[in-house]
């Protein structure tokens, strides 16, 4: 299988994992990238059967709008019932790096707000210890500097990441040669330099579920 059938075998299975839970006002977080867009366009098929959604990023908005799926402000909603989306890694206790479309804080205030937390990645996401993947940092953009200078003292590698403005007007800094084996540690330090927004490591608020595409087919892994 390739990967965007893994993908599209894990976007059908989370449909298939929320379907019975559904009802007429049932608020669905959406989460941003490749393997979220093709849940979005399952979604678009039982879109009668939901309340709204509110989206983790503009590109997603435009997405879900464009199936005439209602979006509705985070604001005006006290609840989150399930929050569905990718990853770039995930490791065994479904602590996550996200952030390489550069949606992460937005995706991670749905992510806490909802009441689970559905990932769906296909295989390749899963990893022993986080870190492969380079740590996305979103970065106020006057404190870039001072930032960057943190994360070196930190052992990293801070790369800005050239052109890119996330939909809070702000930038990235993705973070080479970090190893990541204490999620929770790092998250929390990383977040407590002034001028970070937030950083890619979902630890404090990890996946509750994780859907991973196989090629036997679509695994569901609980935090070990
Ligand atoms: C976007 C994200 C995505 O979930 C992550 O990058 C995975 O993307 P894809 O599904 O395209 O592999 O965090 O900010």
Redesign the pocket.
Known sequence: MTQDEL?QAVAEAALAYIRPHLENDTVLGI???????RFIDCLADIKGMIGATVA??EASAERLKGHGIPVLDLNAVDRVDFYI????ESNRALQ?????????TR?KIVAAVADKFIC???ES?LVNTLGAFPL?VEVIPMARGHVARELVKLGGDPVYREGFVTDNGNIILDIYNYPIPQALATEEKINGITGVVTN?LFALRPADVLLLGTEEGVRTLYPE
């Open positions: 993908k989460g941003t990238g490749s393997t979220a867009n983790s990023s989306d990718g990853a770039d996550l790096i996200k952030g390489g479309g550069g949606a992460l995706e769906i990645a296909d996401k996305p890619g």
